[in-house]
């Protein structure tokens, strides 16, 4: 397993993060466990959940994967150390989770404890925002003119960054929690809270968790410059755009039990006559250079520069296993390029 800084944080974190959003609907809690204890073997030591989750979400189900975690930590107490946790509270929405309201300062005091009472831990590694207070181009809203920027209020925006740095800067005073993330932002968001925390001398956001995938490379190049050019992790979530990379939904294929016969609360927005031409490319891609679909989308994420660690997810332990050796296995000079020209070809697929 190879690793790296995640960000200015001085952790060292494992090139394969450990998604846990299936974990209370399509995984049990013994799943949970076994997956747990073969990513720790192979060397990952990095979890990643939401308070939000499992997925699909729901009212009955929110904080069931905390709770999956933190069933695992009050048996194994002394392993906590072992595993960088990080873990993210909701935008506004849903009115199961705080009757839908924004993240406020007294929301992320709030969220904090709970996740932590979930989780049986007395600190969170890496706390994230799920998604910002303004709507922003991500879950199925980045069409050109989806989301009209104009209509954001950016001074009030920008004093909502700060009050809600300001409670995280209490949280990791109390050791709650020990460092801050962003996740489905955006460059100008980025920016606004690195300069907010500069000025104000607040903790400073560490990582970036945003989709990113052969079907979903909108971050390439501007975001995830800015990630480099100021030290920040880039954290792609959904590297295999739901698992329909992997080929199992071509021809409108639905395998049972898998994510697409779920309802999903933004509908199946990646199921498109230019995802399916473009998944059959990539899986005669992967043909040819001896690879599978997985192996090919997952060796390709890791290998763009400024990615610090892939969030995978697996619904059983042969994907699992499948997807942490795909880290291992290099892409030819021959399969980049065959690459490349798939994904000039079909840019923006959904």
């Not at 974190?13 to 990513?39: F, H, K, P």
């Not at 991500?138 to 001074?155: L, N, P």
């Not at 989308?297 to 610090?308: K, M, P, Q, S």
């Not at 995978?312 to 997807?323: F, P, R, V, Y």
Request: some cysteine.
């Amino acid at each position: 397993m190879n690793y790296s800084e995640l960000g200015r944080s001085g952790l060292s974190v494992s090139r394969v993060c450990l998604g846990s959003m299936t974990w209370g609907v399509q995984n049990t809690q013994q799943d949970a466990d076994q997956q747990i204890e073969y990513a720790l073997s192979q060397g990952v030591n990095f979890i990643d959940t939401a308070e939000l989750y499992p997925v699909p979400p729901s009212g009955d189900k929110y904080g069931h994967t905390e709770m999956i975690i933190g069933d695992w930590l009050k048996r194994n107490p002394t392993r906590r150390k072992d595993i960088i946790l990080a873990s993210k509270i909701v935008g506004p929405g849903l009115s199961y989770i705080r009757q839908g309201s924004q993240i406020s300062a007294e929301s992320v005091i709030q969220a904090v404890d709970d996740s932590l009472k979930r989780l049986n831990t007395d600190y969170i590694d890496l706390y994230q925002l799920h998604w910002p207070n303004r709507i922003s181009p991500h879950f199925a809203k980045h069409a050109v003119g989806r989301v009209r920027f104009s209509d954001t209020d950016r001074a009030a925006e920008t004093a909502q960054m700060l009050s809600i740095l300001e409670a995280l800067n209490t949280c990791v005073k109390q050791g709650k929690i020990r460092f801050c993330g962003l996740s489905n932002e955006t460059p100008w968001g980025l920016q606004q809270y690195l300069n907010l925390s500069k000025e104000h001398d607040l903790p400073r956001m560490v990582s970036m968790q945003n989709e990113f995938s052969l079907l979903h490379a909108k971050d390439w190049p501007y975001l995830i410059e800015n990630c480099v050019a100021e030290d920040v992790a880039y954290l792609p979530w959904s590297p295999l755009a739901g698992g329909a990379l992997s080929g199992k939904y071509l021809n409108n294929q639905r395998p049972e039990g898998s994510r697409w016969t779920f309802e999903q609360r933004n509908g199946i927005f990646r199921d498109t006559k230019g995802t399916e031409a473009a998944i059959s490319r990539y899986v005669d891609v992967a043909k040819a250079h001896g690879l599978t679909p997985c192996e090919l989308a997952l060796a390709w994420c890791d290998n763009v520069e400024g990615i610090t660690s892939t969030i995978i997810g697996a619904t059983s332990m042969t994907q699992l296993k499948e997807n942490i050796a795909a880290f291992a296995t290099p892409l030819s000079e021959e399969a980049k390029t065959d690459i490349a020209e798939v994904l000039k070809q079909y840019p923006a697929p959904f």
